[in-house]
């Protein structure tokens, strides 16, 4: 549901406000800790933040894209390892079941996941299955009563807190490919599954991933999500609407890190003059704001035609791929501007050199991406 503008406007100014004086002073604690602290977690959750992509009648906020796009992007200007708090619950954790689930299976799992109560995971991603996810092995094999799950998946954002996963496994061995693929919805509870420790990893601390092992569980016919065969649709169909929200918050972090340049270029004396009055230096700005804007332009195009049925699996990947190495570009002039105080870490900017790295990786590298748009063209002749 597209939010009237007023509410709209309230509850962006609402999220504006918790980025800038609840969780932007909490940035440094929660990298050197690796966590975000519970009662920040329980403030999100007040906020309505787990569930801004849930239906209303489920207990979420029930967003249109485009407004969660422009949430997303208020989230981005601070730390991303807040947003990864709840970035499952709001997109590949969710979407499956959203999209796919049954009536039966949305009454049970979405109003806690909404509150977030329920803490989701999406696991598609396996040691030998990372961009080339139509070939994942683990295997979901239906003895007459239930299917039985084995094998592992690897990297799973907030495994580690999860008490629901939808899983992507292989229902039928004899069909390579995604055709071969089911996707479940899997209970953290259920006897046989395990979570790894969380990796240790180059940024984003306070958000985890974990690998996830699935030793003969066994999951009933009701937990399937779609039709037996569909699974890897579901997870493009997931990952196509995720893609869209990580380049917004690529947008988000980008204009957090464009304020920070105005400041210091701005307070910073050189040459007994500020560093913004130096055209090499105006360069950089002018380049890391042209291209914010844009990225936000097809963030927010793509958003407004998936919003009216459109099909927009080129646009996400487009956005996702132009936004995630624009934030890229923009970190890596911000360090240059500050100099050495963008190496240290005591202002931050190091942190977000680092953290925003994984945006080019995840929810499908570059590579992926141009792939996608390739063939979409190639499909569309457009
Ligand atoms: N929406 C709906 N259906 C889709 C789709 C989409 N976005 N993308 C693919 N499909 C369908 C295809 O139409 C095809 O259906 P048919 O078999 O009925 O023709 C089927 O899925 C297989 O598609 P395709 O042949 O394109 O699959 P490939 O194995 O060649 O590869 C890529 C597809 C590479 C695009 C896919 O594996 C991918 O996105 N990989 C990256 C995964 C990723 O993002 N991982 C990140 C970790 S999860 S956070």
């Known amino acids: 549901m597209a939010l009237d503008a007023q509410t709209r406007a309230e509850f962006i100014a609402a999220v504006r406000r918790f980025v800038e004086e609840r969780l932007r002073p909490l940035e440094a604690q929660v990298a050197d800790e690796d966590a975000v602290p519970e009662e920040v977690v329980a403030d999100m959750k007040a906020l309505g933040l787990y569930g801004l992509s849930i239906p209303e009648e489920y207990g979420g906020l029930g967003l249109s894209m485009e407004d969660e796009c422009l949430v997303a992007m208020e989230l981005g200007r601070c730390s991303p390892a807040f947003r990864s708090c709840f970035g499952t619950n709001v997109g590949i954790g969710s979407q499956g079941l959203v999209m796919f689930g049954t009536p039966e299976q949305k009454a049970h799992y979405l109003p806690g996941i909404a509150s977030g109560e329920i803490v989701t995971s999406f696991a598609l991603t396996e040691p030998e299955a990372g961009s ?4 994942v092995r683990t295997q979901a094999i239906w003895n007459g009563e239930h299917y039985v799950l084995k094998g592992s998946k690897r990297y799973i954002t907030n495994a580690n807190k999860a008490s629901l996963f939808t899983v ?11 055709g071969g693929v089911s996707a479940f919805l899997v209970p953290r509870s259920s006897p046989g599954l395990s979570v790894g420790k ?47 929200h990580i380049a917004s918050v690529c947008v988000g972090v980008a204009q957090r890190l464009i304020e920070e340049i105005i400041a ?7 040459f007994g003059q500020p560093l913004a ?49 624009m934030v890229g570009r923009v970190a890596d002039r911000a360090v240059q501007i500050f100099g050495g105080a963008g ?36 499909k569309q002749g457009v």
Request: glycine fraction near 10%; include cysteine; hydrophobic fraction near 40%.
């Open 132 to 135: 080339d996810s139509g070939s």
């Open 168 to 178: 992507m496994a292989r229902t039928n061995p004899d069909v390579k490919g995604g």
């Open 198 to 244: 969380p990796e240790k990893k180059m940024g984003q601390q306070g958000a985890h991933i974990c690998d996830v092992h699935f030793d003969d569980v066994r999951v009933g016919p009701e937990l399937r999500l779609g039709a037996e065969g569909e699974g890897f649709k579901v997870a493009m169909q997931v990952l196509d609407r995720g893609r869209l």
């Open 264 to 270: 210091y270029a701005g307070a910073r004396k050189q």
């Open 277 to 325: 009055n130096f055209q090499m230096v105006q360069a950089q700005m002018a380049d890391c704001k042209t291209e914010a804007y844009a990225a936000r332009c097809m963030a927010l195009d793509a958003a407004r035609r998936r919003d009216a049925g459109d099909n927009v699996v080129l646009e996400c990947s487009a956005s996702k791929l132009y936004a995630s190495e």
């Open 343 to 378: 190496y240290v870490a005591d202002y931050g900017i190091e942190r977000f050199y680092r953290d925003v790295r994984i945006f080019r990786i995840y929810e499908g590298a570059s590579e992926i991406q141009r792939l996608i748009i390739a063939r979409e063209m190639m």
